[in-house]
């Protein structure tokens, strides 16, 4: 047991605090390592696999996923008149008569699906398009070429753009909806049943969209 210091009440202040105060564990040459082993703390420290880093841990399953790529696209033949179905758009009867080319309707490696539109006025004037349309949420197509006097011209530079369900477009809107894209898969239908659907032989229920207008 250690006995407690005898303090001399003639002992001057300055002596008396050396005597109160504990004295150090470790001698002088001792703590010139103390730098040292805090060196070794902070590498050891780095090198364990449990300190929180600023990166969210991702699991070793998890794989990036492969950004989308279009691919090439080459222009279809002109239309047959008898591969020609007629699309009649939800809405508002219009002074066009909408027209798909059955005969060279086509789903590419990038899932996007490719047809020719034919647009009849009332006087029997003929305008051609090919487009393609995603079958992403909420829709988008894009025109690669026009057609006048059996001949298609490249439109240039082309951007994908969102599908409008209002105005002209309708026609474009009900394609993507009841047509070419599985309902809520957000990808395309076989060629067979996109042409069925077209020809109306496929049920109302086979036919619901994605999201509501």
């Known amino acids: 047991m250690t006995q407690s210091p ?12 050396s005597v109160l105060l504990p004295r150090p564990r470790f001698p002088g040459r001792t703590l010139l390592w103390l730098p040292l082993l805090c060196l070794a703390m902070s590498v050891s420290a780095a090198e364990n696999a449990f300190v929180n880093d600023a990166e969210a841990p991702v699991p070793s399953s998890v794989r990036p996923g492969t950004p989308w790529q279009e691919s090439n696209t080459r222009l279809p033949p002109w239309p047959k008149d008898a591969d ?36 009849e006025g009332r006087n029997g004037v003929r305008n051609l398009s090919v487009e393609g349309i995603r079958c992403t949420p909420r829709g988008a197509y894009k025109t690669y070429a026009y057609g006048t006097a059996e001949r298609f011209t490249p439109v240039e530079a082309e951007e994908w753009s969102d599908i409008s369900g209002d105005g002209t477009e309708r026609w474009r809107h009900d394609l993507w909806r009841f047509h070419f894209c599985i309902p809520h898969g957000f990808k395309p239908r076989p060629e067979i049943d996109m042409v069925r659907s077209l020809k109306g032989r496929i049920a109302p229920r086979q036919n619901m969209g994605f999201l509501p207008d």
């Open 84 to 119: 020609l179905v007629e699309l009649v758009p939800d809405g508002p009867e219009s002074s066009l008569r909408y027209f798909i080319d059955t005969g060279n309707l086509r789903v590419g490696s990038d899932d996007v699906v490719r047809y020719t539109l034919v647009a």
């Open 6 to 17: 005898v303090i001399d009440i003639m002992t001057p202040p300055r002596q008396l605090l």
